[in-house]
Structure formats: C-alpha cells, structure tokens
C-alpha cells in the first residue's frame, strides 16, 4: 500500500471556514440524498465561529476518509474505494483506549487472511487540544537494532531510529531477530507517551518460501498480513484527524521489490543472488534482476499458499487504470504520481508505465504533518 502525498497543514486545530464549505459541498453534491444543504453549512460555521472548529457528522466522517483515500496520488489501489471500512472512535480519548481500538483495527483488517481496506478515526485537533498521535510509521513494523558504531545488527534499517525511541522510553527490545515486532508509541491527553506492546494474535505474518527453490525457507524470511499507516493525519474539510491507522493490502513489489530489497532496508539481493548460484561479480550479468524476480515470486507464492490477500503489480496496474476511466466518466479529476504509481518492478511491463497523469492536490486527503512532540527527543 503505498503512502499518500505529503503535504503541509498549521496544526492548530483552527478549521478555515472555506475549508469547511468546500468539503460540505462535496458531500452534498456527492449524496443529493443527505438533506438541505445550507442548513448543515450554516450550523458548521456557526461552530467554526463559536469554537475554532466543528464536528462531522457519521456520514461526513466515511464519506470524507473514503474520498481521502480516493485523492491520494501515491496509492495504486483505489479501485475499491468506495470499500473502505470506516471505524468511528472519535470517542476514544486515552492512550490505552487508542491502544486497544489500533490492536482492534489489526484483527478486524487481518480478516483471517482476507486483507479488508480499512480507517480507525480517532479524535480531531482542536484550538489548544491537540488530537492522539501514534508515533509508528505502521502499526506493524520490525525493530531495527544499530550498534554503538552504528552499524546494523539485525532487522529493518529503517526502523532504527523509533526502535532507539522506544528503547528510550522504556522498551526492553526483543529478542534481537530481524522480525522483531515494535510496541506502538501512542500520546494522548498531553501526558507522557505509552507503549502498547501487540498481542501476536493480532500479527499475522507469513513464512516466504519459493515453489522451486527449498533452499529458500532456510533464508528465514517473513511479512506481516496488513500494511495499516498509523502517522498520517485524515484531513477532512478543515478538520485534522491526526490520529487515524488505514490499511489497503499488500502489493506484492512493496515487500520484494522494496522492503526486502532494498540496500539501506533487509537488502537480501545478493543473499538470493548467492544462493541462485549467479555471477554477483558485475552489475552487467544482471544478477540484481534475476534475484529480485525470485524474491518476488516468493512472496506472491507464499501469500497465496497461506491465503492471505496480495495482489501482483500486473493486475494493479490493469484495476488503476479501470478506476481511472471511471473517475474520468464520473467527471472528477484523478491525481497519481507517475513515479509512485509505476512499479518498481517491470515498469514498462505494466499499463500505467504509458501514459501522463495529474499530480494535484485534493481534499480530502491523508497527509504528513511535520510535528514533534515535548517528549521526542
């Protein structure tokens, strides 16, 4: 599942009425069935005036997270859209509550294997009363453990510095595997941050194995089921959600193209190459290649083997461009960032390697905001 677009907001919970009015419009444009329209706008600014800010109804809050996801310009994926389950927990207002409810969303999305699309929308940004964070880039990620010299000992080089984070707020560490799961850092209230450490029942992973290579179990590679984004603000009329985890599921070139690919992240090429028997002596033998493709096989292999949800790149690229069609007959505009909508692997391969796009900005949207809280370091 790839990230949505970054893209500045002020953070102060203050709501611009145009804001507000143009996403109400959308709304009542998009659902001629939801009532008068000048009534709810004029309530909306009313509580923008008498507070800084107003509170979506149900109805607004899926419309808007689905259209948040429907605008996002890096995400391949959004055929199904219209799909997306929305889980309404504004009413959840403590970090062990939000822990909880995010172990909740991991269940519910995990579906046993079958991957379900799906947004926790926790409380919004108010004037002076920021909204929860969840500090993890996902709810799942691996620990990534560095030496004193910095060099990586185990598991994922991304992951090193909210592992050190985590270690300094209190986490033992695991067991010093490259898969060790990380506890989730949550703050809420103003109060010091939490760690949530996730039951393994709500972590489904999957053992990756070649249908032709035995040998390859033995490199003791595993994914995790659910790609949930938990860092990314929900940006809804105005409104910041800062707080609100979504998972799509798995691109089978995100985790054998990139995340175990890539050099400053597992970086298992050469390991694959190795063991393929290639000539690793020349980047010209195109041993890079020939590994990742086997990566890559591997994973879709064993997804499919444990029946968990995976799509190939070949197949996304097909329902982008289905979506796209509708979208153009729908007469709305579909942003994609060409350079995140090809894939990493074969891009010339696939359909949407072909074409332009229009790299806009919409709202709603999911967006990066640059904060730092009093007790990161």
């Not at 804001?19 to 009532?35: Q, V």
């Not at 690229?317 to 074969?346: K, N, T």
Request: contains cysteine.
């Amino acid at each position: 599942m790839a990230l949505p677009l970054h893209r500045p907001a002020s953070g102060d919970g203050v709501v611009d009425p145009d804001e507000a009015d143009k996403f109400l419009r959308l709304y009542y444009t998009e659902n001629p069935s939801a009532g008068p329209f000048w009534p709810r706008l004029h309530e909306a600014l009313a509580e923008i005036t008498a507070t800084g800010t107003y509170t979506h109804t149900y109805e607004e809050l899926v419309f808007g997270a689905r259209v948040a996801w429907r605008n996002s310009s890096r995400c391949i994926g959004r055929l199904y859209w219209q799909s997306l389950r929305v889980r309404d927990r504004r009413f959840v207002d403590t970090a062990e509550g939000i822990a909880v409810e995010a172990v909740e969303h991991l269940r519910e999305a995990t579906g046993a294997g079958r991957v379900r699309p799906t947004i926790t929308v926790f409380g919004q940004d108010r004037p002076g009363r920021p909204g929860p964070r969840i500090w993890n880039e996902q709810l799942i990620r691996y620990a990534g453990y560095r030496g004193h010299d910095g060099t990586l000992l185990a598991g994922d080089a991304r992951n090193a510095d909210i592992t050190a984070t985590a270690r300094r707020l209190g986490w033992p560490g695991g067991p010093g595997t490259d898969f060790d799961v990380l506890p989730l850092i949550i703050e809420a209230g103003g109060k010091p941050p939490l760690l949530a450490t996730i039951p393994q029942d709500a972590i489904l992973e999957v053992p990756l194995v070649h249908p032709a290579y035995p040998w390859f179990a033995e490199l003791g590679l595993r994914w995790h089921a659910v790609p949930a984004i938990s860092d990314m603000c929900l940006e809804i009329g105005g409104v910041c959600y800062p707080c609100a985890p979504f998972n799509g599921w798995y691109m089978g070139t995100e985790i054998g193209a990139r995340n175990l690919a890539d050099a400053d992240r597992y970086d298992r090429l050469r390991v694959v190459a190795k063991r393929l028997g290639l000539d690793t002596s020349s980047d010209r033998t195109l041993w890079k290649d020939q590994a990742l493709v086997e990566l890559n096989v591997a994973v879709l292999h064993s997804f499919e083997e444990a029946g968990v949800t995976i799509t190939d790149h070949h197949t996304e690229s097909r329902r982008f461009l289905s979506h796209l069609e509708r979208e153009e007959r729908s007469g709305r505009m579909c942003p994609a960032d060409w350079s995140w909508i090809v894939p990493p692997l074969s891009g010339s391969l696939t359909p949407v390697f072909h074409r332009y796009y229009d790299d806009v900005q919409l709202t709603p949207a999911l967006v990066h905001h640059q904060r730092k809280s009093q007790y990161e370091g």
